[in-house]
């Protein structure tokens, strides 16, 4: 990543200004207050189209130019957004086509944000032209950093425009019906199509039941929206600007495969929105939190900002909380500890009115700097003014989880042994939690993702290979690699069309010396168990039945009338060992399986061999220099103080020791 | 209210001879009955249309004018319903504007009561013409006591002509769309309007967020109805008739505001469903139900009808039970209690088909009067006859909690601390209960009521401030009175858009003598504690956090990060008192909190320090002349003994006493 | 029934060789491994169509010869389907009419399964087309056994076409509108029809409130698809085929009244999905796919087919079990026990692709033999080859229970004391589970049967009648028979209008002794109890009060204000005993009564005075000439063993003896 700002962290967050141009009291005083909270950056135009077009051809750029202005010579840098991320009522009413048609293939009248058609030519010229504009007027303004495309791009449309785009990038990928029939298996219910004409999306007045059409369907809709952001970013360049270009990502955010804006967008950015004091424990959002940030690193496997989180509370949850004390400040580090360069929210200012009005911001209604919320704010941005030295450093796992979300598609989409419940990604944080608590770092990786800079790598629930994933798991393992794979795997190829013979297919089976035969679905409330190292452990779920040929069985199931099976396997295969785990471990399980395993494969935690206590963790960037930078993180409302395998130096106030001691909610800052 | 009937409690119910037309059997034996129940009254004509006016333009009154005829040579009085509740079918066929097009705007074909456009010309002048036929014909006649214009008016409809309408609403509230643009805060997410033809009513396919939008379409809903009812009241009154018009209401009915009601109908009347035996105790049912009568007493601050009650049970609820012996007659009566004028019943006999076929009527399918249903109904009729006295003595209470429908939509519309979980309605009664239980009667005003002649006010949740609520608030403490706030308070003006500056905004942080800050909204299973005068309570669903200036702290949180700051607080303003508790808690912390604050503020129960066996309440109604007439009621299934402060003597058999015996459901009438 | 094949028992299932054109090496297996299984039938060319005639009017029937020809010459016989369960893609794009019209209105595109509408002129001539020429094709092939028309036929067309001739169904009924709104009772909310064109089908977007228009809908539905049935049916004829017809049901599905086909089919066939080791127990699992395959035999009172079943776990429960070893033998040979001549599967051959292609086939995606489904099904097979003995044997009962469809639809719309939980179907399985554990067989009949074979009527529930269904059970008890009739019996006639006068109506009151007149909505979690015999049993949902008038009282309600009232009665009606139950009670209930009761009337259970262990039942098939095969089944995980009242001998062994021997999930065949 191009490092922004002098290599400095960002502060800052969404500015709207717009919705206070009758109120210049507001607008200076927004000045005053965000030199005190230490802000370095904000983000200015989205949802401006109103006040930038405010009717058909009629721009109005003169008060962002003040905006920017006043911002830079007031040391504030400005992420200018393109305002595409809400069409305005004047455009919805003239061009009806702008907006999006349902699932249910009626038209949406006016209203929300993502309610604009990607393909519709009308509104893809009127995008280019405004993108193209702004770049002009303000693509070379020195104190505008970086563009904001858009605003969380998301959702489908349905139109007969955005069905024919379907067609031709399904023309483009199969080329003869004959073949798509095939990958479809749309013989099944005599659905074979003979005409372009006749494929529709999926949805549910027509076709929902074909997998292969649901699983391109969902692949179009991502190729869709990156053609959209990459129709932006060449309208920025075509108005002459160069700066780099980002859009604001969701996490986990399941309709879009983010791996696809790789080579698009120039730097990752991503809307931070964890559930604090939800109904998952404090420790268990501090994880899946953790593993969206690696997920949102490993897009381009680089730094990336936090574009968005809030300074206090949300309103869209059904039970928004308060932080308590410290956690505000825990939780915006917490991304700088896994690759980000910024710390930035939504939003600066509360509006006054519509649907965000109680959404948490820097400034909220009362209008003053003596809140709470304020407060915790301006200790943020103190903070970050010292941890320059992190921009340019890394974060580099030597485990890899493969969590690949064509693959999660796909597996949703079957009707299989669990239907609506497979839970791929909670599978895939049950790996991921263990090694968070031993803290070490990992890789979310998709398929298409390399191998070779890893030790080892974790493939839960593989059940749809693509991208020649089964010649590298087997060309990784034979190399001298570990490879962890479980049930539900190699079931189908690309097109969800399952495998013929033995699986895991694909070329999988003498990796793990065994084929799968059967698996049961368990009920919610149901369990089995196995005994593994002289410990039992729940398993739920799914309970898959495999038979061994040259694996080595290292636990058994204990219930129901598979009972005595194996459950566990390993297997040596070339230089490395594959590992079989037939159904779902309680978390323990991959507690105490991945530190034995960590030890044979080499793979150190950051803290080494310090035993951290329950809700800390720790993660290490480390500069292309060697220079390595631990942070150590508390999310646990008691102090916590432990010893040091090795003495580290605090990196804030330069004090070396031997132990540790974290306030409640405390994060510190080492380097070796 | 003009009384009807001579001063007599009417006791009565929908009579519906239109199903029975090819029976004289039946409509005779109708009349037998209605004598043998002491029935005085019944409405007459609802959803009639059918047989009014088979065809087009060719009216059949001969058969009413027999009906009315004869209850009237019987001494029977008819309430005389126009039949706009539904339409026939042969109009909705032939002219399909009169049908409501939905939210998801598509039209409606025929069916149902509630389908029929308000703003439709065709429907308009359909209705117009029958009213004023129906008053010609009877307006005048002798045995016509009342109009009971249409029925449950209720719903919305979103055709083109009502959104027209809803504009030409918007253009006279607002003038210019610059000041709309400004009240809804449009310039969020680019949703300025620049033409009034872009203005749409909120719904799923375009606009839901817009929350000034959403309240104002709410406004203009009830707006509409008001109109639509006034429209059949010019109506009967261009066919010559001055008889009096109500139309029955529906309680707690969320779509409606019906204190717009006042000024058009004459007399107030409503349909009383409990669900005796229900999942709520009786007692809470009877608490409940006590409060949608005091509600609908303060439209007009006048004696009521209940138009409707089920003489058995029910059809409609997931599940219906049956009346216990006893619970009729209680039922009934408790209406008197709080001010009605009648006891009506939907309806006399059964339906042989339809869907309320199984609704409970006085006379079921079997047709004698030899059931349980038809001797309880017999009873009650025989107790009203002794109960005329009480027709022009009213309630008139000391206490007002202020219960603010527009308040309602907008906190539930806004997206807060706890989404479609606010409970707005819920945290008024958990105020009321304390007063039921200490037989106090209350009031239940909105923001368009005048304070003065009230000691208490309690203001829970006072979210939105409206019609100069703050500086009548202000100047009631200023002059003496006591008033009791809450969390949530003083947020909005009347656009839904927030207060700058600190809260309770409007002028409200001197008279509480402190500002609020935050909010955490708790999930429903987690609680805070507070204590208070020894007293441990429980905290649910919302915690402030306020920070108090002149205000005297009386109880602070116990737990979580703000244990320690306030919860309760009171400040002295002027002559009189303002507390402020900042959470919402169980219901025993009011009914101790109410308990030491009326004698402070010198309220009197009903029946002095008499102390109330649990499930026992009582309620006055005094007349002009100062007679006072006390009932009091026992909502549990035990015989209840309890000595009183003073004697009293006993309404229905002359017996003075300084102790009652009430039978299980027993109800007894008292006088001084 | 005619019987198949040399009066063997069918071993086969669906096989869709279409799906497979392209790979002769799958079709040579597929007939490897039919024989190696003991499969001597296959239904073939179920959902075919696209194979069949790819474009219009082209017909492509060469290879379905050929596959026909090959199993035939291997000596597998074919059961040929008609394609129409599914029309190809260029049909539905070619003629939109084709595809239905749902409820809310809307035309569905393509897609799915069923989404053809029944009435549509282009659908009918296209089938029509279809059908003869494959009879005219394979209508005579020494192969084919018999036709399987469609496939699992089912759903609504809301569509003008269907509307209209639902409008036609109802002149033929009513003759005049006059009749139709009487029995309607439309002048209820004005709903009276002046004209036909008024009358729509009952929706979501119009009425859905007039019972009878509900009823006559639903009654309209099945006797559309009895039509298209039929005329399915005729196509084959006049393509010059006499083989036998059949269509695959689907045992207690809501929204088809199967009675009204037993004229059309030659030859019952179902589809049995049990969900085994699902949600309810194993044995409950049992007993309620015995009363379904005697549901099935009650057609026509015939042994059936059991045309689908699946070998191992089906894909389309939310959570699909394995079954345990042995389960599938159990669940096969319980189909013959009930009357089945066959053990059909769906599928012989897993899809590679598609919705189905997880669902359990005979042979998986892996393709060979050594796999444990296999083994199982290979194993049905060989013993299905030694009970050709019992094709003509016919079960027999002395006892029936009447479960009405239309009854069922009726109770289920009217709007009465439980709403949406009445549960018809499980009240009638609490009846029905009392003989099955007594080893008792019994015939599930409609209003329409006759009762004079029966020693035994139980009627629960028995809301609406028709088909002279009052005056047969009146002439039944009469004649000596025994009834047992319970609460919410009695009230509607056939058009869902309420009888006039006491209840149960329709001339039953006398028979039972007594009339009812109201009936409490009890929660689910609330119940009454009531002691009989000296034991206290459970009541719920509903409790009815009664007024005795000759009946005798054997047992009351102990608890609620009813306390005291009756609740069980016995009358003495001519020759016989009529019973009445006025409450739901506890299953085990149902077994003491039944069990004195059989006694009384004298029905003999199929192992004498043996008791039976728990989960182990008996059947019986008795041949013209006498002879009587009796199955005797476990349904437990554990080896049963118990003593005989008369020595039997196994059918499969010869061996006698005077003791059983059952092994987990083991079945055996006795003969006397």
Redesign the interface.
């Known amino acids: 990543m191009a490092t922004l700002l002098n290599n400095q962290m960002l502060h800052g967050g969404d500015y ?1 200004p ?2 206070w141009l009758d109120r210049p009291d507001i607008l200076k005083k927004d000045i005053e207050l965000m030199k005190q909270a230490h802000v370095n950056c904000v983000s200015v135009g989205i ?5 930038l077009e ?2 058909e051809g009629h721009y109005t750029f003169g008060w962002l130019k003040d905006v920017i202005d006043t911002l830079y010579s007031n040391g504030i840098y400005t992420v200018l957004a393109t ?1 595409s991320g ?5 455009m919805a ?1 003239k061009y009806p086509e702008v907006l999006r048609v349902d699932q ?3 038209r ?6 993502h309610n604009h058609c990607y393909t519709s030519p009308i509104y893809r010229q009127k995008v280019w032209e405004m993108d193209k504009r702004l770049a002009e007027a303000f693509g070379k303004h020195p104190g505008v950093l970086l563009w904001h495309l858009s605003n969380e791009y998301g959702g489908a449309c349905y139109c007969p425009l955005c069905q024919a785009e379907f067609r031709s990038w399904l023309k483009e990928k199969y080329g003869t019906l004959d073949a798509l029939n095939k ?13 372009w ?2 494929v ?1 999306a999926p ?1 549910p ?8 059409l649901v699983l391109d369907w969902r692949r179009f809709v991502t190729a869709r929206t990156v053609d959209f952001c990459s129709w932006e970013k060449q309208a920025v360049r075509a108005g002459g600007s160069d700066l780099p270009v980002t859009t604001n990502m969701m996490g986990f955010y399941y309709d879009l495969d983010y791996t696809k804006f790789k080579d698009v967008v120039d730097i990752v950015s991503w809307d931070n929105y964890p559930n604090w004091r939800g ?1 998952a424990s404090d420790v268990d959002t501090a994880i899946h939190t953790a593993a969206t940030h690696d997920l949102m690193r490993c897009v381009q496997h680089e730094p990336f900002l936090m574009m968005e989180n809030t300074p ?2 949300v ?8 932080k ?2 410290g956690m505000h400040e825990l939780a915006s580090l917490q991304a700088v500890a896994h690759g980000s360069n910024s710390v930035q929210y939504f939003q600066w200012r ?10 948490g911001a820097v400034i909220d ?3 003053e700097s003596d ?3 304020f407060q915790e704010v301006t200790h943020v941005g103190e903070r970050l003014e010292g941890l320059s030295a992190l921009c340019h450093a890394n974060v580099q796992p030597q485990v890899a989880i493969l969590f690949d979300r064509e693959n999660e598609w796909a597996l949703d989409a ?8 497979m839970h791929y990604e909670q599978t895939m944080e049950s790996h991921y939690q263990a090694f968070w608590r031993m803290g070490i770092n990992v890789d979310l990786i998709s398929e298409e993702d390399d191998l070779s800079d890893y030790r080892l790598v974790i493939a839960p629930m593989l059940y749809l290979h693509r991208a020649g994933i089964a010649d590298k798991l087997r060309d990784f393992v034979a190399g001298g690699g570990t490879l962890v794979g479980t049930y539900w795997s190699g ?1 189908v190829d690309e ?9 895991p297919g694909g070329n999988l089976t003498d990796v793990y010396g065994l ?1 799968t ?7 919610d409330e149901d369990c089995n168990h196995m005994i593994w190292n002289g410990k039992t452990y729940q398993l739920r779920e799914l309970c898959e ?1 495999v038979r061994p040929k040259d694996a080595k069985t290292l636990a058994i199931y204990s219930d ?2 598979y009972a005595g099976k194996s459950v566990l396997t390993v297997n040596r295969f070339g230089k490395g060992y594959a590992y079989f785990l037939a159904s779902r471990a309680e978390d323990s399980f991959y507690r105490d399986f991945y530190r034995l395993l960590i030890e044979q494969v080499g793979v150190t935690p950051v803290l080494g061999k310090t035993e951290l206590p329950e809700g800390v963790t720790a993660s290490k960037r480390t500069a292309k220099d060697g220079r390595a930078f631990i942070i150590v993180q508390n999310y646990t409302s008691k102090t916590v103080c432990f010893p040091l395998e090795n003495p580290l130096t605090n990196l804030e106030n330069g004090q070396a020791g031997d132990s540790l001691t974290l306030q409640p909610y405390g994060v510190m800052f080492l380097s070796e």
Chains 1, 2, 3 share one sequence.
């Open positions: 709207n717009d919705q949802f401006a189209w109103s006040s405010p009717e305002p809400a069409r305005p009522t004047w009413h249910t293939l009626h949406n009248h006016m209203g929300g944000r990958a479809w298996w749309t013989a099944f219910w005599s659905h074979t199509y003979t005409d004409e006749q529709e949805g007045r027509g076709e929902e039941l074909l997998h292969g109904e206090s509370q309103n869209w949850h059904s039970v928004n909380r308060l308590a004390p509360q509006s006054r009115g519509a649907s965000e009005k109680f959404h209604h009362y209008g809140t709470r919320v079957a009707c299989g042994p669990r239907n609506g419940a079931l097109n969800d069309l399952c495998f013929e013979g033995p699986t084929r035969e059967e698996i049961d679905g368990l009920r039945l129901d009338f």
